[in-house]
């Protein structure tokens, strides 16, 4: 905007000096004109000169020679030529009225053309920095001198006067340079001894170079950074000493949390990450054989859930060390010691509870832990035993009609003599067995049963025999479920479906058939 305004102010300006220039040229034209009238049209004497008449001041005539002139007569020539003395003033005074020749029309549009690009490279480039507070303080008379340049440049160029604008805007900019140039050396050189004295942990002499870095450019990120740097070194420099106290005093723990903050808040410090994970390697190592130790002892004592945490522990710091792998071997034994423990134990304890399914399954699963140990293979067998004889009783009992049947009875017998020696291990067993003795002695006593008929029916027992036409007999048969038949010529057989339990008294069955044929 600024320039638009000293633009538009350059060209009423020039437009003043060309309508004055103007005036000037067509004076000279006409005073030429009128000369050249004079030479011309002015009266010829022959072998007479010419001569001016000078006038006095109080008006009288003062007479001259005409072949001596002196510095008070004009002579003018009666026949004058092109290319005199006379003509050439005469055109340099032409020429002096009339500033705005082509060449000087060009040099101005130059130099207006260079003063509004070195224009917009000092306000884009330079201004911002020398008008800013921090150069005042860097250089407070250059600052005044640039700007005071500037505007006057700026008057110049607003009156229409670009070469002198643009020289002085020039050496505006030049000087503004070199001072820029000397600020940033003073600016890298403060910076530079900032960084140095941070690399040595010298906090006295980094603050205040890093004071003068940030004085001089305030807008440097760099600058910004370091600054914000040295700010946390003291902060730094006391989790070191703590760091180095702890060492001394061989806490590991304590030195690496140390490390840890000091790191934290400078990443940058190799020595302290090296002697951090020379730390951790350390710490480890004693971690590890700690938890080893531990580990053997919890096997030794029988603590099983600890050996276990240890060994855990162990294997996610070293999984394929030969310790790791040693205590890894008597956790598994104490774990398999203590399980087939568990599994005798609880065997036991089925057995007192009579629980001899549930035993079989301890034994089971003892035997699959220590195969070849003769108590766990023992107790596994017993407890097969009474649970057969148990599981056969029970069908017995379930069903004891079918003791009718001599072969049954006959092994429910064996059933019962098989019991009669682990019978005092079980006391189910021995009850089931008593019961199926009783069944067995039941079921082989035989019932008396009387049959009344006609005399002439010939009655049978299917399965069992014959018995024959009679009135009036009286036959034994075990209890069970017998089918009487009665046959007679004529008749349509008659058939009766008794069941006779242990113990019955007093059974009579009637056999008549009653439907013929």
Do not use: C
């Amino acid at each position: 905007m600024l320039l638009e305004k000293l633009e538009q102010e350059s060209r009423a300006s020039r437009r003043r000096r060309l309508i004055v220039a103007g005036g000037f040229a067509g004076a000279a034209v006409l005073l030429g004109l009128f000369l050249v009238a004079v030479v011309v049209v002015w009266p010829k004497v022959e072998g007479t000169a010419v001569t001016a008449e000078p006038v006095r001041e109080d008006g009288s005539p003062v007479r001259v020679d005409a072949r001596a002139p002196d510095d008070n007569v004009t002579r003018l020539s009666a026949n004058p030529s092109p290319g005199t003395a006379r003509d050439s003033e005469i055109s340099g005074e032409i020429s002096q009225g009339n500033p705005v020749s082509p060449q000087q029309f060009d040099d101005d549009t130059a130099s207006r053309d260079q003063f509004k690009a070195l224009f917009e490279t000092f306000q884009k480039d330079i201004e911002p920095d020398i008008s800013s507070t921090a150069f005042a303080g860097w250089d407070a008379a250059t600052q005044q001198d640039v700007i005071a340049q500037k505007e006057s440049a700026f008057a110049q160029f607003s009156r229409g006067q670009y070469s002198e604008a643009l020289e002085g805007l020039e050496a505006a900019t030049s000087q503004a340079q070199k001072s820029l140039d000397a600020r940033d050396l003073a600016f890298d050189a403060a910076l530079r001894e900032a960084r140095s004295a941070y690399d040595t942990d010298n906090y006295d002499q980094a603050l205040p170079q890093i004071t003068r870095a940030r004085q001089l450019k305030p807008d440097s990120a760099e600058a910004e950074a370091l600054e914000a740097e040295v700010a946390r070194l003291p902060e730094i420099l006391n989790a070191i000493s703590k760091a180095s106290v702890a060492r001394v005093e061989n806490d590991l723990e304590a030195e690496e949390k140390y490390l840890g903050e000091a790191l934290a808040l400078d990443a940058d410090r190799p020595e302290l990450a090296l002697r951090r994970q020379e730390i951790q390697i350390e710490r480890k190592e004693r971690a590890y054989a700690g938890r080893v130790q531990s580990g053997l002892a919890n096997v030794q004592s029988r603590r099983l859930s600890s050996a276990r945490a240890d060994l855990s522990a162990a294997r996610e710091m070293f999984s394929d060390r030969s310790e790791t792998r040693l205590l890894s071997r008597q956790v598994a034994a104490l774990a398999e010691k203590m399980e087939f423990e568990k599994m005798m134990a609880s065997a036991a304890d089925a057995r007192r509870a009579d629980d001899w399914i549930a035993a079989e399954d301890f034994y089971a699963r003892a035997g699959a832990i220590v195969p070849d140990d003769p108590q766990v293979n023992g107790g596994y067998q017993l407890a097969g035993e009474i649970n057969q004889l148990q599981t056969e009783m029970v069908k017995v009992l379930d069903k004891p009609e079918r003791l009718a049947s001599e072969s049954v009875a006959a092994h429910a017998s064996a059933l019962v003599s098989k019991a009669r020696d682990i019978a005092d291990l079980s006391p189910s067993l021995a009850t089931r067995s008593e019961e199926v003795a009783a069944l067995v002695k039941a079921y082989g006593t035989k019932v008396s049963i009387r049959i009344l008929s006609d005399g002439i029916t010939r009655i049978s027992v299917r399965g069992v025999g014959q018995v024959g036409a009679t009135t009036d007999r009286t036959i034994e048969l075990r209890p069970g479920s017998y089918t009487f038949e009665g046959a007679r010529a004529g008749f349509r057989s008659k058939l009766i479906q008794v069941d006779i339990p242990p113990g019955t008294e007093g059974l009579v069955l009637e056999i008549y058939p009653d439907e013929r044929v």
